[in-house]
């Protein structure tokens, strides 16, 4: 079976602000140095497993950078899957937390150690806690948007899963309980595409031309965009964000994305050289453009880099979680 293309880079000229173009390429070369670091970690033994986001931070990062982010119904709440490094980071965490819980340490800020790489949890942001198994998010997602509709305000509810997860129950029962007429609810709901569900091609599996088609038969306002280009993830998110806002109803948004290192360490972590490269295709329109020249960006990966390495040796010496700890944090603690 051949391997489905994905939608190419943009050529055309960039339409942010210099500034926020520096910010998103800064943020896309973090996250994307950090999983590379996740992924070392695993091959040298200090982590269990590993899966993340390489191939996505031109969409990732956008959505972290437009969330209103804080604590409470009067901000945005975000129910995310387990590629989701680059939102972090956008909303201000630092990587060494993401090196912790690939080492598993007791200093794991999001699970204790307790849980696998990717697997974020923070209250103070309102980042609900990743599941392993996929896609329950979006049947937990319509809760929180349910909370937010009746307290009033503008935070919206944002969740995030993968193509080859809409076809579990839960993504339908997200779709009926968004729309219902009777009460709309102000949630995004995001599937990022990356025409695979871990070794299964897409194009045997959809009998839809785009996932976002499904969103018709709920009279919910949706589209498809190009996730590979970060003005237009930018762009079309911020568009897409302010409608739920406003207008306090559901869109459904289908972004087709890369999956740069595979589906996992399951599948040998590897870089995929047929891939749209994001990354490399956003530093070309940088560079052609004059906002940044490569020596400037190949002074940040080095920066990074280094930054990585040596937060990954702190993680490394950090002691695990003892055997008395297995039962907290769970749904009933021992007292």
Partial sequence: MSRPRLIKESSAPLQLDKELLVRIHDLMVKTRVLEERLIQMYKQGHGYFWIGGPGEEAFNVPLGLLMKKGQGPEYD?????????GTLLALGEEPIGALRQMKNTASDPYSGGRNFAGHFSLRKYNVAPVSSPIEVQY???PG??????????DGITIVT??????????????????????????????????KWGISTSAEGQHGE???????????????TINGNDPVEAYQELKEAMEYVRTERKPFLLEANVSRLYGHSSAS???????????????EARLEQDGVLTRQQMDELRNRYTEDMAAAARIARDEPLPGPETIWKHIFAEDK
């Fill in 209 to 223: 031309p785009r996932v976002s088609e499904r969103g018709k038969a709920f009279n919910i306002r949706s589209k």
């Fill in 139 to 141: 049947a937990i997602a």
């Fill in 77 to 85: 709440y975000l129910h995310a899957h387990y590629r989701q490094s």
């Fill in 144 to 153: 929180t948007a349910m909370m937010q509709k009746r307290v009033g305000g």
């Fill in 161 to 194: 899963g993968g193509d080859a997860g809409t076809a579990e129950g839960d993504f339908a029962s997200c779709l009926v309980w968004s729309s219902r007429p009777a009460n709309p609810l102000p949630i995004l709901i995001i599937v990022t595409n990356n």
């Fill in 268 to 282: 040998g972590a590897n870089y995929v050289s047929e891939e749209v490269d994001c990354l490399k295709n956003f």
